[in-house]
């Protein structure tokens, strides 16, 4: 069963979890038929916003919510591996918890730590940014949160470059504007944009880009070349690129991806959103920075206050930490998840079933098996009869729902137990 509702394109299997949202309940489709059916949960419903209202769990939570407690289970749903934050994070955490940073702290992030990310950048990327364009609201995710709220309203228009991580488009949903998902498409062995695609789709009232380099789910990254390109199409426009560069350290070929940072100028509509998640094994801490035109300085000041009131100054701490001591791990998990992609290429490269690309970055597979038609009854089959948890391919965006992701950052025995259970089950499908 397929039901439009609103002015977006959204729809709800009936036998599966709908595609939005990430709360709720651990029950796929049981909120999803508790509005539909219960007319006292309809009344109650009809207080929310309808963008609100709408909202609904993703597919990666579909798949997991309901087996993440399984101790069997494989999860290869999440972004995040099984190493543990490193104990010189962990400890500089603890002092400052026994020094009692536990405080109120800037909204903007405390000024050490916000030159510590200047230092940082700059030094990445041999650049020489202005200090007051760096915010540390919160996480990565509040980041592209605030970012959108601040460009798109109930009647603006946004882009999302896809397939793409689906809480993006749950955070357009919930601005209330109207938005369009347009693919990069496999050519030529790599993932591609087609910016033509891209600069066809926008409308007079387009405000937003969103684009994320190196891409979860398919590890596509984005060329300086082509970077270049859309700033200038969009400093033309005043569109606002929301570009999210989480992923900015996990390239196989180089130390970093190519940033927007290294080719926009200071007051060009773009937010660049990174964080300590991925890079760092700190997914549990919640803690990113934005770099945004310096002028916007006092409303990311105020959207922070509205959002979190600023991130725990312990927290803050450790992330200083991160940056003045972590290259080495940083260089340590690299090659983990270098280790993790070959496994990968070796298990499903070559497979008769598989249609896959050697990803460039980020530490996902996207692969499309073929046989497939609905990503969610495979990847609930497959968790079910193997304990083997991946992402279904329908919640990244539309066109997807041949392919699943994979997060390949898991040690490698473990992922490759994952992996063979996995080939089996694609050997075993029929047809
Ligand atoms: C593309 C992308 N952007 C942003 C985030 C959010 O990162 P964080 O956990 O640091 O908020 C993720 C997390 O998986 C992601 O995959």
Redesign the pocket.
Known sequence: MRIWIGKSRWWIKSNVTAPHGSGGSSQPGFLANQLLNDSSGELCMSVLRPEIASLRNNGITGVALPRMTDPEMFPLWF?EGDIPTPDFIRDAAKKALDEAYTFYSHTRGRAELRETIHQYLNDLYNIDLDFNRITVPG????G?TISAQMALTNGSHGLIVSPA?P?VEAVFQITGCDYEHIRQQPVNGRWQLNMQDLYAAVRPNTRVIFV?SPC?PTGWVMTSDEQRELLAFCRERQIMIIA?E??HRTVFDRKAAPSFLEVAEPEDPVVVIS????AWAM?GW?I?WVVSPASWGEQWAAMSECFNTGTPPFVQLAAMAALEQGEPFVNQLLQQYAGGLDLVMDALGNHPRVDMLRPEGAFYAFPRIRGVTDSMAFAEQLADETKVGLAPGYTFGPGNDEHVRLCFAMSHDRLGEALRRMVQFIDRMPG
């Open positions: 972004g996480s990565t995710m509040l592209i991580w809480n994320n979860n999210d989480v992923y964080g300590f998640s991925k997914t919640r990113g």
